[in-house]
């Protein structure tokens, strides 16, 4: 009967019918045969077992049926049912599908499947197939699952087929109805819920899923739906509509109506449906039935999922249950074999303690049941274990074998180097002492050989300071030559300086004729005497005329007045005849034998003249300093040949010197090499010392370092069943009280690692592997009480990889978690005003957040 545990054991007719429907999903031709009745009989028993077993919670419940269905058997079906066939009509597995027929023989027929791993081979090639075209899924495929996909199927691929999953959180509903949806061919359809998601949003996606199902594409599709999505139990409303009815009142507005009529009016006609409103809405909902179902998932824990089958009747009577029962313990033990083989690889080398821990690990799940109900009989408080929990012991032991192994094998390697250090150290302190006497060899010889260089560079020096010396001398004298050389040429030039002017002037003054002007004065008929003078002096300087010219002579003088120019601007006042110059000067000491005089007569003529009196000048000075510069020119001589003779003695003292500068660089060489190799000797010494004071201290060392990699060694072995104690103790011990916990670790879980021989600490306590002593001195000094609970409190929320929740009446562990935490804490309760804003924020960036007051 119905009962607050059992509210849905509710059967009608309507399960009779479903039995029927599964008998008439088969193929009357396949059981024809001799052994056709007893197989046909077999898929009764199926769908029976189907109807009723799938709703059963209790394991008493199941073995009633199973009584039932045997006296039924033998009651009604007479000799197909008699006690000799019994065994092979009740043979297990007993499932019936179709998939796995279209998978071996290309026929889809609905029919009893061969034996367990056949079924078994079918899903994991189905698994692998939707894994390549979907998100992968890392299923373990143990028994009770693959009964669970079977089921999904079957229920699922009958028209309105809805199936309603009721287990605990982590049983696997989603992933296997996923993978069924996929095995009949159906897209899975969900609802994205956030905060602002409501009953319009649902409505939303409703509309999308009946348009899906009953207008494009049309094909069927799989609603799967979470309690966990139920935010508003007004949802269930619709829901409830869907599953009894599919008319979800208002879903659609009529000219929404009026669109999908249009869309599917044909498809209707051609199914036999007549052209009116009515048949076209009525034609709308079969299809949707047809084609849209309902995958529910919901735990059984709590008081909810019976208010809401008691509220809502339609997720019990339009839904085939399955019960999700606590996975037995060859599905414990399957799914840590796949979970722990990563840690086959390194950590855990050896295959029967790999095993042996997969086996442990399902004991301590079930022990935890146990101790689950004398919880409840001894502090009459529930604690409840899913299969979630046994997935996050398997996840925390691989993570914390893995870390602190390599903790572990860090250590070990740091000192292997060392102790390869120290031996290499050993080996080599025979090999310094050959090097040595070597390097020691090498310095006697470098140094006979340096103090030779050191002779033949003291010869070397003594004749490049003689040839120096003989330098120095020559340099001297040319110095001296040089600078009486320097003085004449100095005071000719001062004097020669004098006649410069006059040059100059001279210069200017031809500079400043031109063919005209000459031309002007040669056509003068009759010219002044003045001019004629001065035309004459011309001809006593140019043509050395031994008398002076008439104008006619003159004129001939300037016949060609470029020449005649070309004549004045060459000529060579440094050597002027002594007649010519007396002739020319009698002609110069005339009062108007000047320009000023002579430039009212003509302006060449004045030109001339300052070039006549300016050479005449330049004359007379030069031949006054020409023997000054005769002198000045041999001592020019003199220094000269004194500077060939020195440059001769400078390069014999710089090939000498070049020759000391060798033998000082090979001198420089031989002794940074006689002191490199005594560097290099004074380094072997020094190393030998320090490798034999090395040796001899760290003697000790060298054993205690050896012993230390044999313990680590051992401890890394040992560590399989330390982190194994520790993993559970995380897991599930921290809602027990004191005495249960140390129960369960020392009774129950202790001994049975030792009984399947892995690997641990004699006498080894979980605490001591989750904490350290500096831990727990640190958590006491931000205020954790010293007592043994609530160490291993701090221990487990400081380990675990969930978010904690903390029983705590006294406010102990949140003044802790304050304290340890400090400003980066946030700290809320669930009265304050956008606490979830703020949940949402300290989620997003990782912060850390204390909800209080929750209970």
Not at 24 to 49: C, I, K, M, P
Request: glycine content about 4%; some cysteine; aromatic content about 8%.
């Amino acid at each position: 009967l119905p009962s607050a545990e059992k509210f849905h054991y509710q059967f009608n007719l309507k399960d009779i019918s479903n039995i029927f429907q599964g008998l008439l999903s088969t193929n009357g031709a396949v059981f024809r045969d001799a052994s056709g009745a007893q197989r046909f009989l077999r898929v009764w028993l199926h769908e029976t077992y189907r109807v009723f077993s799938d709703r059963l919670v209790l394991e008493s419940d199941g073995k009633e049926l199973q009584n039932m269905m045997e006296k039924a058997v033998q009651k009604c079906f007479v000799g197909v049912g008699a006690a000799s066939n019994r065994e092979e009509l009740f043979a297990q597995p007993l499932v019936c599908t179709s998939f796995v027929s279209e998978m071996t023989t290309g026929d889809k027929m609905y029919l009893p499947v061969r034996d367990m791993p056949q079924l078994k081979d079918v899903l994991e090639n189905k698994l692998a197939a939707y894994n390549n075209e979907n998100a992968a899924m890392n299923l373990v495929l143990f028994d009770d699952a693959v009964m669970h996909v079977a089921r999904i199927c079957r229920i699922t691929q009958n028209p309105c087929g809805s199936a309603l999953l009721v287990g605990v959180g982590g049983s696997g509903k989603q992933s296997l109805a996923r993978l069924a949806s996929y095995i009949n061919g159906q897209d899975v359809l969900t609802i994205l819920v956030n905060q602002q998601y409501g009953l319009g949003e649902l409505k939303t996606d409703l509309q999308e899923m009946y348009k899906k199902a009953a207008v494009k594409p049309a094909l069927p599709q799989a609603f799967l739906m979470t309690d966990g999505q139920i935010v508003d139990e007004r949802f269930l409303v619709n829901i409830n509509d869907m599953l009894s009815s599919g008319n979800i009142p208002d879903l659609f507005a009529r000219e929404e109506y009026d669109n999908i009529f249009g869309v599917i009016r044909n498809v209707a006609k051609f199914a036999g449906y007549a052209d009116d409103r009515e048949s076209l809405f009525q034609y709308f909902l079969d299809k949707v039935r047809s084609n849209l179902h309902l995958i529910l998932c919901h735990s059984p824990v709590g008081s909810t999922f019976r208010i809401r089958g008691r509220k809502f009747p339609a997720l019990i009577s339009c839904m085939v249950l399955d019960v999700f029962h606590p996975w037995p313990r060859d599905a414990l033990v399957g799914v840590a074999d796949r979970f722990l083989i990563s840690l086959g690889e390194k950590n855990i080398q050896n295959e029967e303690t790999l095993q042996g821990v997969a086996v442990h690990a399902a004991e301590v799940h079930l022990s935890v049941k146990v101790a689950n109900r004398r919880f409840l009989e001894e502090e009459r408080r529930y604690n409840s274990t899913t299969p979630k929990s046994f997935l996050e012991l398997i996840s925390f032991y691989v993570k914390m074998l893995s870390e602190k192994q390599s903790h572990v094998d860090f250590n070990i390697q740091r000192l292997t180097k060392g102790l390869d250090i120290m031996k290499k150290v050993q080996d080599g302190v025979a090999g310094l002492k050959e090097d040595l006497e070597k390097t020691l060899m090498q310095v006697d010889v470098k140094k006979a050989a340096t103090e030779e260089l050191i002779k033949q560079v003291t010869v070397a020096s003594a004749a490049a300071a003689e040839e120096q010396e003989a330098a120095r001398v020559e340099q001297l004298k040319c110095e001296e030559l040089a600078a009486a050389a320097q003085k004449m040429k100095d005071e000719a030039a001062q004097e020669l300086q004098e006649a410069m002017p006059a040059m100059e002037a001279a210069k200017n003054a031809v500079n400043c004729l031109d063919k005209s002007s000459i031309q002007e004065l040669k056509s003068l008929a009759k010219p002044p005497v003045e001019c004629i003078d001065v035309v004459a002096a011309c001809g006593f300087l140019l043509k050395q005329e031994k008398r002076k010219l008439d104008w006619k002579g003159c004129t001939k003088l300037m016949n060609n007045p470029p020449q005649f120019l070309e004549e004045v601007k060459n000529f060579n006042a440094d050597y002027i005849a002594e007649a010519v110059l007396v002739n020319t000067d009698a002609l110069i000491g005339k009062p108007y034998f000047n320009f000023d005089s002579m430039k009212s007569k003509s302006y060449a003529a004045a030109c001339l003249t300052n070039w006549v009196v300016n050479i005449v000048t330049y004359h007379k000075i030069y031949t006054k300093v020409a023997p000054l510069m005769e002198k000045v020119k041999g001592a020019e001589e003199t220094t000269e040949n004194a500077l060939k003779a020195l440059a001769i003695v400078e390069k014999k003292v710089a090939d000498v010197e070049a020759q000391a500068a060798a033998l000082d660089k090979q001198l420089r060489d031989a002794n940074a090499e006689k002191e490199a190799v005594e560097k290099q000797a004074a380094s072997c010494v020094q190393r030998l010392s320090t490798a034999e004071r090395l040796v001899a201290g760290l003697a000790d060392e060298n054993e205690r370092w050896a012993g230390t990699v044999v313990q680590l060694k051992d401890l890394g072995l040992r560590l399989i069943g330390n982190c194994m104690l520790a993993s559970a103790f995380v897991g599930y011990a921290s809602p027990f009280s004191a005495r249960l916990r140390q129960d369960l670790w020392q009774k129950v879980w202790t001994p049975d690692l030792k009984n399947k021989q892995i690997p641990m600490t004699d006498n080894i306590d979980p605490l001591s592997v989750l904490a350290s002593d500096a831990d727990v001195a640190g958590w006491q000094n931000e205020g954790l009480p010293s007592d043994r609970v609530s160490v291993e409190n701090a221990s487990v929320v400081t380990s675990c990889s969930r978010w904690p929740l903390l029983v705590d009446p006294q406010q102990q562990g949140a003044r802790w978690i304050k304290q340890r935490i400090g400003e980066e804490l946030t700290v809320l309760q669930l009265t304050n005003a956008r606490w979830l804003e703020r949940t949402v924020f300290c989620v997003q960036n990782g912060s850390q957040l204390l909800i209080e007051a929750i209970g």
